[in-house]
């Protein structure tokens, strides 16, 4: 739909932001039948909803303030979830009414109280903010909400899944009964469904993500691992799609924090979002994403609500979402307003069901594959370094005369080389993963008797389970206490409290006469016992069930006179007693 119908004030603003035309929300908001009614909007984040609301309150705000930019009282108020939402919101709304020239008061947490205080004496005909700011000016007397003709709730369903339904309630009953109350939300539980019926009076259901919900520009992917191998598959899909940002999903702000430090130490740009950041350090975060100087963000669902970052088109469910809602929620950070984006679930084997369930009931199609690996992510690399190296590019004379230096000095070929060489090195590298399917699955049992294998004794590490021991940091220390590679190590099986391990007889000797020479001579790992353990794993998990089984309780012989029946009771007192005299 094109906006030539609109006012120029608004219909010029557009036009030099490059729209050709309305989004389908947009469009929808302004039709006939939507004019001046209360309206449940139900629309894909990201598909133009700030604008769109900004046309459907543009009449009434046209009509009030004629060519007085400032008001007596503020006319609309947009309340957001989050701090960056409502700061994106009040930006669109800044250009979108530039030429009416309308302020705006944008009231947000972490900002100065009292300067928003004065930007609220100042007219603002419209004002911006998050519910808990909001709430504290209408109680403090600075924020008067009698002459709203509108009112927009963005991503009510956040709000109220963020327990802001009491700051709610309040700031609505403080709204005259005929504002107009524009509810935007992506899903419809039934609190939003209350909400509604509460504040507003015959609003109409705009329904605009469709049947599958407002997925379109999203590919779901969910990728089948081990429990074992889930950081490394994010590696392997990190590397494979190389997104310009690209943020991952955990539970908890302790997973957040561990998976932050592990993206780190393999030479991800690497930022991390939960509830332990302050809000500076939170900004921080966002502006290394929209700088580029990082690409990659672990976040917990809440801090990542109102996230707003254009170039976002990856997003990992590293732990799966706790119900389809949040699995809409998550991955509604990608795919916006036209453009691609990807939402790739890892998913633990035993698990699988539970993923296809929620699948079913989120009405989405999901493609079933397994993590990418180092082969495909070579060959991605490839591609992505011819098209970065055969794109057209400037040159001045500087480069060109230490190319030709360079050129005096090797052949073409490996100054190539060295330019690939350079390219290779500053990426982390791809992980190697067990294949899922049950011809993988017989392949990785196949490599269990690989070459040098055949005959193997077993050692074994005093750490196990309960000591959070894993193969991704006990191989680089058998490697280092031992002098050997990773390739001389066989089989592993971590146990509860110890961790048994295969290595080729031919090198066990030197092996343990390494481990003798190295023990207790850096960090306080090199204290940790390693032995030969000849009996291997089962036998030392039979002699902990030895250890550990409960002593029989041997049966009393019977007594004299009574073969195997009960003692009879004699008396008077309690069963047993002797009788009295």
Avoid at 115 to 142: C, F, Q, S, W, Y
Avoid at 526 to 555: C, K, M, T, Y
């Amino acid at each position: 739909m094109s906006f030539e119908s609109l006012p120029p004030v608004l219909a010029d603003p557009l036009a030099e932001r490059g729209y050709t035309a309305l989004t389908p929300v947009q469009a929808a908001v302004i039709a006939p039948e939507s004019e001046g009614r209360d309206l449940i909007v139900s629309a894909q984040t990201g598909s133009g909803k700030t604008v769109a609301f900004g046309l459907a309150l543009a009449e009434a705000l046209l009509a009030e303030t004629g060519n007085v930019p400032l008001v007596e009282r503020p006319l609309a108020l947009i309340v957001a979830p989050t701090r960056e939402l409502a700061l994106q919101v009040s930006r669109e709304l800044q250009w979108l009414y530039a030429r009416v020239g309308l302020r705006i008061a944008t009231c947000v947490g972490g900002m100065d109280a009292s300067k928003e205080r004065r930007n609220l004496r100042g007219g603002p005909a419209i004002v911006v903010g998050t519910p808990g700011r909001l709430r504290d000016h209408l109680e403090r007397g600075a924020l008067d909400l009698s002459g709203l003709v509108g009112v927009v709730l963005d991503e009510a369903d956040e709000m109220l899944d963020m327990g802001f339904r009491d700051d709610l309630e309040e700031i609505l009953d403080a709204t005259p009964a005929t504002r107009r109350t524009l509810m935007f939300s992506a899903t419809m539980p039934r609190p939003i469904v209350a909400l509604a019926e509460r504040y507003q009076k015959d609003a109409l259901r705009l329904a605009l993500a469709g049947q599958d919900r407002g997925h379109g520009d999203i590919a779901y992917q969910a990728i089948v691992v081990s429990s074992s191998e889930i950081e490394n598959a994010v590696v392997n899909l990190l590397r494979f799609h190389e997104a310009e940002a690209a943020i991952l999903f955990c539970a908890t702000r302790d997973n957040v924090r561990h998976l932050h430090a592990t993206l780190q130490e393999r030479g991800f740009a690497v930022v991390a979002l939960s509830g332990e950041h302050s809000q500076s350090e939170r900004n921080q975060a966002l502006q290394a994403l929209r700088d580029r100087r990082a690409r990659v963000c672990v976040a917990t669902d809440v801090a990542a609500r109102g996230i707003d970052l254009p170039t976002l088109s990856l997003v990992v469910h590293v732990e799966i979402p706790r119900d389809a809602e949040t699995l809409q929620h998550r991955s509604g950070r990608t795919g916006r307003a036209g453009r691609k984006g990807i939402a790739a679930l890892i998913v633990p084997y035993n698990r699988r069901k539970r993923v296809e369930g929620m699948l079913r009931g989120a009405r989405i199609e999901a493609e079933w594959l397994e993590a990418p690996s180092p082969d495909q992510i070579r060959v991605k690399d490839r591609e992505r370094l011819l098209e970065r190296m055969l794109a057209p590019v400037e040159f001045d004379d500087e480069d060109r005369e230490l190319a030709a230096t360079l050129m005096e000095r090797l052949s073409a070929e490996d100054i190539a080389a060295a330019l690939v060489r350079g390219h290779r090195s500053a990426m982390p590298q791809p992980e190697e993963l067990l294949s899922q399917t049950p011809e993988g699955r017989e392949t990785a049992r196949a490599d269990r008797h690989r070459p040098g294998f055949e005959d193997t004794v077993w050692f074994r590490i005093a750490v196990g389970r309960r000591q959070n021991a894993e193969p991704r940091w006990i191989l680089p220390l058998l490697c280092r206490r031992g002098h050997i590679t990773r390739n001389e190590i066989g089989a592993i099986k971590v146990g509860q409290t110890e961790t048994h391990f295969q290595v080729p007889r031919a090198i066990a000797d030197r092996f343990a006469n390494a481990l003798r020479r190295t023990a207790g001579t850096e960090d306080e790992q090199d204290f940790i016992l390693i032995e030969p353990a000849p009996d291997g794993p089962r036998e030392a998990a039979r002699s902990n069930r030895r250890e550990h089984r409960p002593e029989r309780v041997q049966p009393r012989p019977p007594r004299p006179g009574n073969p195997g029946g009960p003692r009879k009771f004699a008396g008077k007192g309690k069963p047993g007693s002797k009788k009295r005299p």
